[in-house]
């Protein structure tokens, strides 16, 4: 009898998938290099539906991965080693809003767009942004604690959440967490934000709500070079401005974007920073703000301020950092990025590594990044069909990587550890630290079934699943 049979007394049939299709539908996230077919997909629509999923799943000794919208970057929803993923793209409610707390209810499957979208009338929103908001589910966001272009101001995804509704890995279902964001005892929704589904599959969320900016201004900054581009990000940070969001774009994303879009910039643009400020209760006006910011920005050697007169305006503006990536597309079959973390006064210098490497390794490289909190995105493209481009691409990265290390970094910001950087954990991480990691995934994770082979290297169980090669394709 096959899993969706049995899983059909659970759930009706008709949210139960398998076959060749479903494999090949969910057989990977956007982490796309690296692939493994679920034996079965469930879609439950409460949390008692995963919980007896999973009950099921321990009982018979079968592995199985929490998934939301298959957005993630660094392969947290790939079914490493077969069995059944559980969806949670049926659990879209929003369940309770409490406006004068600012606190929202939510079940985990929802995009994280609509939490804001359904209390904007009262002047609201859920601050974190991640760029593939709109399809990206709460779910996800808690599993990666994402952050977005709004971190800098605002933080990630850790600092909004108050409480959590979670399924152990062997069927129970927790509360953590509360309303009010107080823990009765030790912070274990702290814990699970960030733990990339490996303890847990969490289902609900008490999340924190923020006021609407009083004012918002918006700029595009064209620079000559990335050098005084990423020298202008430092005075912005060093004056004690602190932009809502502060992204940074090189030569080959605007080359992206003209070919895509047919967009244009300012005659010999080389780099563009995208500038927000706002304005919260207390705060300076955001016009001065940007008005700091631009002067800064000309001390630097910026050739062109252009601040948004209108929201159509600001929008427009905008377009530059959220279509770059889909703009790549434009220049390459293939595409791979990493997602490192620097010191903001290091990014002229690594800005500078990051070209040397790809020229020491006979790639192109563009670089669309949250300059303002130090998370960068090299992306590389290339066709991976060319005889070694992707180990070429795989030693570059690496490098870059270690780069980040060596000047006081982390190897991820955002996207994860998932099955990409899991043999670069020891580059962060003494055996001794990587042991604590794996002793407090074991007090949760005893049977290893949940989210398997992830984020800890050299998992018992794990070496059936080998990678093709390490990177984020999107």
């Given at each position: 009898?096959s ?6 007394r ?10 060749p ?19 079965a ?9 995963v919980?007896s999923?999973?009950k099921?799943c321990?009982?018979n000794?079968?592995?199985f ?6 957005t993630g970057?660094s392969?947290?929803a790939l079914a ?19 406006v004068?707390?600012r ?19 009262s002047?609201?929103h ?5 760029s593939?908001q ?9 599993a990666e604690?994402?952050g ?6 605002y933080g990630?995804t850790a600092?909004h959440?108050a409480?959590?509704?979670m399924?152990?890995?062997?069927g ?5 967490g509360?309303k009010e964001?107080h823990?009765?005892s ?11 589904g490996?303890?847990g599959?969490v289902?609900e969320?008490?999340?924190?709500l923020?006021?609407?900016p009083?004012?918002v201004?918006?700029a595009?900054?064209?620079f ?5 581009a990423?020298?202008?990000v ?5 004056s004690?401005?602190?932009?809502a969001?502060?992204e940074m774009m090189d030569?080959?994303i605007?080359a992206?974007?003209?070919?895509a879009f047919?967009?244009q910039f300012p005659e ?5 920073l995208l500038v927000e400020?706002d304005?919260?209760p207390?705060?300076?006006p ?8 631009a002067k800064l920005c000309?001390?630097?050697g910026?050739i ?11 929008q ?5 950092r ?6 790549m ?5 293939s595409?791979?990025?990493?997602d490192?973390v ?16 790809a020229?020491?390794h006979n790639i ?9 909190d130090?998370?960068?995105?090299p992306c590389?493209y290339f066709?991976?069909?060319?005889a070694?481009?992707?180990e070429?691409?795989?030693e ?5 990587v ?6 006081g970094g ?7 550890i ?5 043999e670069?954990?020891p580059l962060m991480?003494?055996p001794?630290?990587?042991a604590?990691?794996a002793?407090?995934?074991?007090i949760?994770n ?12 050299n998992?018992?169980?794990c ?5 093709r ?5 999107w």
């Amino acid at each position: 009898m096959s899993i969706c049979s049995e899983l059909s007394r659970i759930i009706p049939s008709e949210r139960l998938l398998e076959g060749p299709a479903a494999e090949r539908a969910y057989d990977c996230d956007a982490y796309t290099v690296d692939k493994s077919k679920p034996s079965a997909i469930a879609l439950p629509e409460s949390t008692d539906e995963v919980a007896s999923i999973v009950k099921w799943c321990c009982q018979n000794e079968v592995p199985f991965t929490p998934r939301g919208a298959g957005t993630g970057l660094s392969g947290g929803a790939l079914a490493a080693l077969g069995g059944v993923i559980i969806s949670t793209k049926k659990m879209t409610h929003i369940l309770e809003v409490d406006v004068p707390n600012r606190r929202m209810l939510a079940q985990t499957g929802i995009a994280n767009l609509k939490l804001s979208q359904a209390v904007a009338a009262s002047g609201l929103h859920f601050a974190p942004d991640p760029s593939s908001q709109s399809v990206s589910t709460l779910g996800g966001n808690i599993a990666e604690n994402s952050g977005g272009p709004h971190t800098l101001k605002y933080g990630v995804t850790a600092q909004h959440i108050a409480g959590l509704k979670m399924v152990s890995p062997e069927g129970d279902i927790w509360d953590l967490g509360s309303k009010e964001g107080h823990s009765k005892s030790v912070d274990l929704c702290g814990l699970v934000v960030g733990s990339e589904g490996t303890l847990g599959i969490v289902t609900e969320s008490w999340v924190k709500l923020t006021p609407l900016p009083m004012q918002v201004s918006t700029a595009l900054v064209a620079f000559t070079d990335v050098r005084p581009a990423s020298e202008a990000v430092a005075a912005i940070i060093a004056s004690g401005v602190v932009p809502a969001a502060l992204e940074m774009m090189d030569k080959g994303i605007l080359a992206a974007l003209q070919a895509a879009f047919g967009l244009q910039f300012p005659e010999r643009s080389q780099a563009l920073l995208l500038v927000e400020c706002d304005q919260q209760p207390g705060e300076s006006p955001a016009t001065e703000q940007m008005e700091k910011v631009a002067k800064l920005c000309r001390e630097q050697g910026a050739i062109d301020v252009t601040i948004a007169t209108d929201e159509a305006d600001r929008q427009r503006l905008w377009t530059a950092r959220k279509k770059g990536i889909g703009a790549m597309g434009r220049l390459a079959p293939s595409i791979v990025t990493h997602d490192g973390v620097i010191p903001r006064s290091k990014l002229p210098e690594m800005l500078d590594f990051v070209y040397e490497v790809a020229a020491l390794h006979n790639i192109r490289v563009a670089n669309l990044f949250h300059a303002g909190d130090g998370n960068l995105h090299p992306c590389f493209y290339f066709d991976e069909r060319e005889a070694g481009a992707i180990e070429r691409v795989v030693e570059a990265g690496e490098a870059i990587v270690k780069r980040c290390i060596d000047l006081g970094g982390s190897i991820s910001g955002e996207h994860g550890i998932g099955v990409e950087k899991q043999e670069l954990m020891p580059l962060m991480f003494t055996p001794e630290d990587l042991a604590l990691q794996a002793q407090i995934k074991a007090i949760f994770n005893q049977n290893s079934l949940c989210n398997p082979c992830k984020v800890l290297p050299n998992q018992k169980h794990c070496v059936e699943h080998k990678k093709r090669w390490r990177g984020v394709a999107w």
